[in-house]
């Protein structure tokens, strides 16, 4: 069944049960409704304190220190690899006899490459580096502002001061249903 239909059904059901209980003894809702325009004496707005959170970026700089290794600028092997090379080759050749001779130059060549080439490594300089890095993270604000949830409205009718809340200012009057129905002294 789709909503017109139901809305339908219900007012079908309210119209036949009004006119049932009037028929029954009169005793339904037999009101009259009319409208009249109320006017205003008071307005007062109504705040209400909520707490807001929104995210924020904090950003500052900090300053970084590294380690530089610096090592030669030449494109060639170190003075180191070249003098560990002479020196290898030198001891080598001093320490073999006869054919073993060439053999253990080389070796010693080789060998005496490698040792300078690891103590040219542990001889680079290093330095160390200073640099301005901006760092940022989000972090949440959190504070309490009032917000407008309203206004107190205070109007006249038939002598009697009546307070109401609305979402809006009304203005100068304020529009009333006014529900007129009889009263029984039966116990109804």
């Known amino acids: 069944m789709n909503l017109r239909k139901s809305i339908a059904a219900v007012a079908l059901a309210v119209a036949l049960g009004t006119a049932g209980a009037a028929a029954a003894g009169g005793r339904g809702n ?34 970084v220190e590294r380690v530089v290794r610096e090592r030669g600028r030449g494109r060639g092997p170190s003075t ?25 130059r080389i070796a010693g060549a080789v060998l005496g490459a490698a040792i300078g080439r690891d103590v040219g490594r542990h001889g680079a300089r290093t330095r160390r580096v200073v640099s301005t890095e901006r760092r940022c993270e989000v972090e949440q604000v959190t ?24 979402d809006t200012d009304p203005g100068e009057t304020i529009r009333l249903r006014v529900q007129v129905a009889p009263i029984y002294n039966d116990g109804y």
């Open 30 to 63: 037999d009101a009259t409704a009319y409208y009249v325009d109320a006017p205003v004496v008071g307005v007062e707005p109504v705040y209400q304190r909520v707490t807001v959170t929104t995210p924020r970026e904090a950003c500052w700089d900090e300053q």
């Open 80 to 104: 180191s690899t070249v003098v560990g090379t002479i020196l290898g080759g030198a001891i080598g050749n001093n320490i073999a006899d006869g054919r073993d001779r060439a053999t253990a």
């Open 143 to 166: 504070h309490t502002e009032e917000r407008l949830d309203g206004y107190r409205v205070t109007y006249l009718h038939e002598g009697r001061r009546l307070v109401t809340h609305r």
